[in-house]
């Protein structure tokens, strides 16, 4: 999946850019006739409802002439939103500091559940603080990740 999931994101990056965006990350869910291609689009103003709808119509123009996916889906564009998700290494280390929610492959610690602060990031390993206890994880190895908003 990871492969098809790069692929995508290698093909929307200039599509979404084109729009004055960032593609924050992308998702793709595969469920039968109810799979899902969500993307996360970002810019430093601010998203909107017309960005989203703006960011759609010229993915789907892509997606319909080169056809990576060959099954039914719905294609869903949105912003990260404040629990937003994180992708990449970059986007961990920026938030250094921060509490954030990881889902993993293979359990770390005895959990494939955690939660805990960003201590930081070096190449592709994540060091996060859960309960006063600081684990190393794999970025590799994180199924999900999401930033817990502060209110």
């Given at each position: 999946?990871?492969?098809?999931?790069?692929?995508?994101?290698?093909?929307?990056?200039?599509?979404?850019?084109?729009?004055?965006?960032?593609?924050?990350?992308?998702?793709?869910?595969?469920?039968?006739?109810?799979?899902?291609?969500?993307l996360?689009?970002?810019?430093?103003?601010?998203?909107?409802?017309?960005?989203?709808?703006?960011v759609?119509?010229?993915?789907?123009?892509?997606?319909?002439?080169?056809?990576?996916?060959?099954?039914?889906?719905t294609?869903?564009?949105?912003?990260?939103?404040?629990?937003?998700?994180?992708?990449?290494?970059?986007?961990?280390?920026?938030y250094?500091?921060?509490?954030?929610?990881?889902?993993?492959?293979?359990?770390?610690a005895?959990?494939?559940?955690?939660?805990?602060?960003?201590?930081?990031?070096?190449?592709?390993?994540?060091?996060?603080?859960?309960?006063?206890?600081?684990?190393?994880?794999?970025?590799?190895?994180?199924?999900?990740?999401?930033?817990?908003?502060?209110?």
């Open positions: 999946m990871a492969t098809l999931e790069s692929k995508l994101e290698q093909m929307l990056i200039a599509p979404v850019e084109a729009f004055g965006h960032t593609l924050w990350g992308l998702e793709y869910v595969q469920a039968g006739k109810h799979s899902v291609l969500r996360y689009i970002d810019n430093e103003k601010g998203i909107f409802v017309d960005d989203c709808a703006d759609s119509r010229q993915v789907s123009a892509v997606l319909d002439v080169e056809d990576p996916i060959s099954t039914e889906y294609l869903e564009v949105s912003s990260p939103g404040v629990d937003r998700p994180l992708f990449k290494a970059e986007q961990y280390a920026a250094t500091g921060e509490t954030v929610k990881i889902q993993l492959t293979m359990p770390v005895g959990s494939r559940n955690l939660k805990g602060t960003v201590v930081a990031v070096e190449g592709q390993m994540l060091t996060i603080n859960v309960d006063g206890n600081e684990l190393i994880v794999a970025l590799d190895n994180i199924r999900k990740g999401n930033l817990i908003a502060k209110f």
